[in-house]
């Protein structure tokens, strides 16, 4: 892919260090990027990683992530989009383990990432950790990523109640992160109802984007402290810019004992007046000029023919009248006047312009080739709390 200056998404971000004192260990990077086999087709690539581990390895860690995940897309062809953010991610989980082994003060460190990939009106996710993505769509929001935590589990598994999860000591126990020592195994599950099975939820990558879909990356300071339907809430009634201050400050006022981050991607509106596609309009305005000229030509032909039948009718008249007339009583020959009748010059006539058609628009081919999902191979837990 090309890196390019501007986005085809109207995209908003905002990053905050949270009222706790500690430094920001979250890190996002938002790119954008034209196909370059089929350069016409946008893509966009947003990135949030929150990082975990003492002293300055999280945000480190955080860094490394974000940076070895845009690379790695924005180097590739966009022919597998699932396939290439899962190398990505891997690859990233590599890189952090391959640094935390050569520096004594970057051991253990590890970060979250979720990634959104738009290319075109299509969106394609990967995810590792508790940083999340929803989709708000109609004016309803849906978490679309999967938390890979303890509570979730133990939740799917019906030990605990959401209500319960929340305030569980264990609520903060991550079973998946980059930088792991077990392999990490990206989740490419994009849920759209809570009742999908994972199967289902796979099979919806490559989901077509509508007008004013609203794509939510964030960090899990912002979802522990402010509830799905206040970030609904937000971006129904402000902008992007705004809802996400809104939202920041919502959270610190809450206690903000995390870094907060914010990614906030949205589709445009399609303008409600139908506009004609590329190079229609002028195929219709010479098409148009086509058949006024023809009807203003005809008109002239039209009119000097009715002259010329008049002037013949008249002519008629005369010729009949002199040839039946009584002669005048005088030895005078009469001399009869010649009529000339006018030449018509031929109008002339134009080609008919031949509207060419408008070039074809290239679009992504839905059934983009995907990779199946291997089973999850379950992760040593970053603690020692047993298995839900």
């Not at 004192?21 to 196909?35: I, P, T, W």
């Not at 809570?194 to 004013?212: C, I, T, V, Y």
């Not at 312009?353 to 089973?375: E, G, Y």
Request: net charge negative.
């Amino acid at each position: 892919m090309i890196p390019v200056d501007r986005s085809h998404l109207f995209v908003a971000a905002n990053s905050h260090p949270g009222m706790s004192g500690k430094n920001n260990e979250d890190r996002y990077a938002v790119s954008a990027f034209r196909l370059s086999e089929q350069p016409q087709l946008p893509a966009l690539l947003a990135v949030v990683c929150d990082g975990i581990g003492g002293h300055h390895a999280g945000e480190v860690a955080a860094e490394l992530a974000v940076d070895v995940i845009s690379q790695a897309v924005g180097e590739s062809d966009a022919s597998h989009p699932v396939a290439t953010l899962r190398e990505a991610i891997i690859q990233a989980s590599q890189t952090i383990v391959a640094l935390s082994d050569t520096e004594d003060d970057k051991k253990g460190m590890g970060a979250t990432a979720v990634c959104a990939w738009v290319i075109q009106d299509r969106l394609y996710l990967a995810y590792v950790g508790d940083s999340r993505a929803y989709l708000i769509r109609d004016h309803a929001i849906q978490q679309i990523s999967i938390d890979h935590t303890w509570v979730q589990e133990a939740m799917q598994a019906g030990v605990l109640t959401p209500e319960q999860a929340k305030t569980h000591p264990n609520a903060h126990v991550i079973r998946r992160y980059l930088g792991s020592r077990q392999p990490v195994e990206p989740d490419s599950r994009l849920r759209l109802r809570p009742d999908e099975s994972d199967e289902q939820a796979r099979n919806n990558q490559g989901l077509l984007l509508k007008p004013n879909d609203q794509i939510i990356l964030c960090s899990d300071g912002l979802t522990d402290l402010v509830k799905d339907s206040e970030i609904l809430s937000a971006f129904n009634k402000k902008n992007q810019v705004d809802a996400i201050e809104h939202l920041i400050a919502l959270a610190n006022q809450r206690g903000g004992h995390d870094n907060i981050t914010i990614v906030a991607l949205r589709t445009p509106a399609r303008s409600t007046q139908t506009k004609p596609l590329p190079g229609r309009s002028t195929a219709r305005q010479e098409s148009s000029q086509t058949r006024l000229r023809p009807s203003w030509k005809w008109a002239v032909l039209a009119a000097v023919i009715i002259t010329l039948l008049a002037l013949a009718a008249i002519t008629a008249g005369v010729f009949f009248y002199l040839q039946n007339a009584t002669p005048l009583p005088t030895a005078t020959a009469t001399v009869r006047p010649a009529l000339i009748l006018p030449s018509s010059t031929p109008l002339d006539t134009l080609e008919p312009i031949t509207p060419s058609l408008p070039p074809a628009t290239l679009t992504l081919d839905a059934a983009t080739p995907q990779v199946a999902t291997p089973q999850n191979t379950p992760t040593t837990w970053p603690t020692n709390t047993s298995a839900p």
